[in-house]
């Protein structure tokens, strides 16, 4: 199993703590960060002190000189090639700023019983009345690419053409993955098996991306889904790992304003 994230400069603060939460509940898994550039040596110092956690890879400079807009760059990581994961069965794709939390079963498991109840080389789901997916993606390797390989190669030379309508905003990189999925014959994943809360996730942990965008005042439709998405069990774990002299010492070289905002709504 490999936990991959494809992140920029902006969001190489966030590294840290995925690789901390990420290897602490699953420290068999490998984590893959895609960095479109190169990592800052503050960054590379602290990935450092986690060595001893588990597998990190750190790949550099990836997709160098394709349009980095924002939609454009959250693209990417629906068009990472093959090679990346050739020593791996299974790929999740996720944010960059979650904080994955332990669960019984864990993610592989509930993402291979989604396959499994779908008859599908990946598990996801399609937001309600839309025609986009969600941005946290499984797949098993070997059966995915055998089918998407082809439209994944396709989709990365239009992106470099700039023949998506990314750049302005008016499409969403989550509508991309819809499009390739259905362009490359797979089907979409049934209804009666959804995976979703209210249309996202499942996070398998907490989202930093909720309080960076609402701080004091989380909206009520936001409340709910991450109330129902189990954040409070999520929480009651991270209140337990935030006592570990590793996470101790990230967040005090690298303290997030997401985490103050979190620990004051759940308080």
Known sequence: MCIGVVVNRKYERYIPYFIFFVLKAYPNYTVKIFVTDTLSADIKKIISKLEGLGNVVIEENFFKGLPIS???????????????????????????????????????????????????????????????????HFFKVKEYYNVMGKTIEKYTQKLKKRKLGLQN???????????????????????????????????????????????????????????????????????????????????????LGELKYMEKFFK
């Open 70 to 136: 924002n939609q454009e760059l959250k693209t990417y990581r629906w068009l990472i090639p093959q090679s990346y994961f050739k020593d791996y069965e299974y790929v999740y794709i996720g944010d960059a700023d979650m904080m994955i939390c332990k669960e019984t079963p864990g993610i592989l498991e509930q993402h291979i019983n989604h396959m499994e109840k779908n008859n599908l080389p990946y598990s996801n789901c399609v937001r309600p009345n839309t025609k986009r997916l969600t941005g946290l």
């Open 169 to 255: 905003g008016k499409v969403r990189n989550e509508e991309i993955l819809y499009r390739m999925i259905k362009e490359s014959g797979l089907s979409l994943p049934q209804k009666e098996y959804r995976i979703d809360i209210n249309g996202s996730g499942p996070h398998h942990g907490l989202h930093l991306g909720i309080w960076r965008g609402y701080k004091n005042n989380v909206k009520p439709a936001v409340k709910k889904q991450i109330l129902k998405d189990n954040y409070n069990n999520h929480y009651q774990y991270y209140q337990i790992v935030e006592k570990d002299n590793i996470f101790k010492e990230i967040k005090k070289i690298y303290p």
